[in-house]
């Protein structure tokens, strides 16, 4: 990010490497934290160290703006879990203000958020009596009693499940007010265990998954018949056909199927309505590898397109503007953004760099970790590209020599207008020489004055290889598609923390 003021503390620090870092401010701090955590395991950090920082950080900002942060995270981000610890901890530290309804009112957008919030809610403050709600904070009382008539009886049903916290606990403790005699129907199933259970892909392929069959012919008919029956139907929401596209090839569904299948998986709008992570389509993509079936490269090449809708809101990267995008291929990259995840920072670095490029008339692509290395790619096969560049693992070595490729252009005396890394930020040098990331982008400034460098956080550590308030250097992070609104921004000299401040609640 870009801001207009210096501040006058000492920002200097080391990084986990031991290499010169600089620290943030805590608004930048906090946004990089929290947009790049799935609250899981990372190299440098474990999960409840993450938390304890961003609980930390919460404190050195403005209230209002780690509320705007809460419900950016949540809308723009698509995040779900860390913008209801950000409102959890935002009432544990506001009293006497609106401020918390209202940032429960913006984070919640499922009706198993309810409970989610209160699970929280109660392990953050340690309860562990009889009643670990009680004493609730009055402000997420009047904010659930909002969240509580966002939903319909199908809403509720869908997500009444038998955890810490159940719905009806929570319509016990928040006591909302029904806005009309059918609401209050719905609330008084809630009381009774009697909410109609909902009639989902899910429970029809388990009752069909217990029904015994004479044959096992019998039994994939079955399943084909089902899958067929779902698919016409649109019982099948885009993230549901996402997730069983391996399970709908194999139940070798008709032409007919797969062609309604591709097609909404494709459609621009459903793509964009359905909020999913640039990541799900690799997962998705890598899942099917395998799969023996005549559809199967139409189904990628469906995939494709699906995650070009990422990159349809890039801007100003034509034929004139000259780019470098590099990806951290180091061992630090190579840990998975969630406990249960198959995917690494490693690929969503990747990942994003093959989306920006695709954008890029004018564009050097590569990899470093020992070495750089320049590896050209075609523009309309992202994914197919990550695919490419991860059968190179090791290539190129594990440290985080990011220097290098500014280095390069030094030596090949080569002016570019944007260069962009896609790192964890742990940039260190492994070479023994004197030179540091910091070092080079100043030395190759003197000489191409007008270049910009952008540094996509994807780990949030607070650390910055270089300090980010001078020399056209910029701070971008996270793992949705909407860090390439931020970038558009960056061009208009908006930072990521002035987009967050006009978050309206």
């Not at 038998?162 to 909302?176: I, N, R, S, W, Y």
């Not at 070798?252 to 459903?270: F, N, Q, R, T």
């Not at 995917?343 to 994003?352: A, E, N, P, R, T």
């Not at 570019?416 to 492994?430: G, I, Y």
Request: proline share 3%; hydrophobic share 40%; with cysteine.
């Amino acid at each position: 990010m870009k801001f207009n003021f210096l501040r006058k503390e000492k920002n200097v620090v080391m990084n986990y490497e031991g290499a010169k870092a600089y620290t943030m401010t805590p608004a930048e701090e906090l946004y990089t934290a929290v947009v790049t955590t799935g609250l899981s395991n990372t190299t440098y950090e474990k999960g409840n160290e993450r938390l304890n920082r961003i609980q930390s950080l919460i404190t050195k900002n403005n209230p209002e703006f780690v509320a705007k942060l809460a419900v950016y995270a949540r809308k723009e981000m698509y995040l779900r879990s860390i913008p209801l610890v950000l409102t959890t901890e935002l009432a544990r530290q506001t009293s006497g203000t609106d401020l918390v309804s209202k940032t429960v009112d913006g984070v919640i957008q499922r009706a198993d958020e309810i409970t989610e919030l209160l699970a929280y809610y109660q392990l953050a403050n340690e309860r562990t009596e009889v009643k670990k709600l009680n004493r609730l904070s009055k402000q997420i009382q009047k904010g659930l009693v909002k969240s509580f008539n966002k939903f319909d009886e199908y809403q509720f049903a869908k997500y009444n499940r038998k955890a810490e916290v159940t719905l009806k606990d929570a319509l016990f403790l928040v006591h909302p007010k029904a806005k009309d005699e059918n609401q209050q129907v719905i609330f008084n199933k809630i009381v009774s265990d009697s909410l109609q259970t909902p009639y989902t892909w899910e429970v029809e392929l388990s009752v069909l998954g217990q029904t015994r069959f004479a044959s096992e012919a019998e039994r994939k008919s079955a399943f084909k018949n089902k899958w067929e029956e779902l698919i016409f139907s649109n019982k099948l929401g885009y993230m549901a056909m996402l997730r069983n596209l391996r399970n709908i090839l194999e139940a070798g569904v008709s032409p007919d199927a797969m062609s309604k299948v591709c097609h909404y998986l494709a459609d621009e709008k459903a793509v964009r309505n359905s909020k999913q992570l640039p990541f799900r389509f690799l997962a998705a993509y890598r899942e099917l590898k395998t799969i023996d079936s005549p559809y199967l490269s139409t189904v990628l090449e469906t995939l494709e397109e699906a995650v070009l809708v990422s990159a349809n809101n890039i801007k100003g990267f034509g034929f004139g503007t000259s780019v470098v995008i590099a990806a951290d291929v180091s061992g630090s990259m190579q840990k998975p953004v969630s406990p249960k995840s198959k995917i690494l920072l490693y690929d969503i670095g990747l990942l994003m760099s093959m989306i920006l490029q695709s954008q890029c008339k004018n564009v050097i692509t590569g990899m470093f970790g020992d070495r750089w290395k320049r590896v050209s790619m075609p523009k309309n096969s992202i994914l197919r590209n990550v695919n490419e560049f991860y059968k190179r693992e090791g290539e190129v070595g594990y440290s985080t020599n990011g220097y290098l490729v500014i280095e390069d252009l030094i030596s090949r005396r080569e002016n570019v207008d944007k260069v962009m890394l896609f790192t964890d930020t742990q940039m260190w040098n492994s070479n023994g020489n004197t030179h540091s990331f910091e070092n080079s982008w100043n030395r190759y400034k003197s000489i191409n004055p007008n270049a910009k460098l952008y540094i996509f956080d994807l780990a949030g550590y607070g650390r910055q290889p270089l300090d980010v308030r001078k020399n056209d250097v910029y701070l971008i992070a996270g793992w949705s598609d909407k860090i390439f609104d931020v970038l558009n921004a960056l061009e208009d000299r908006k930072s990521a923390v002035q987009m967050i401040e006009k978050v309206v609640l």
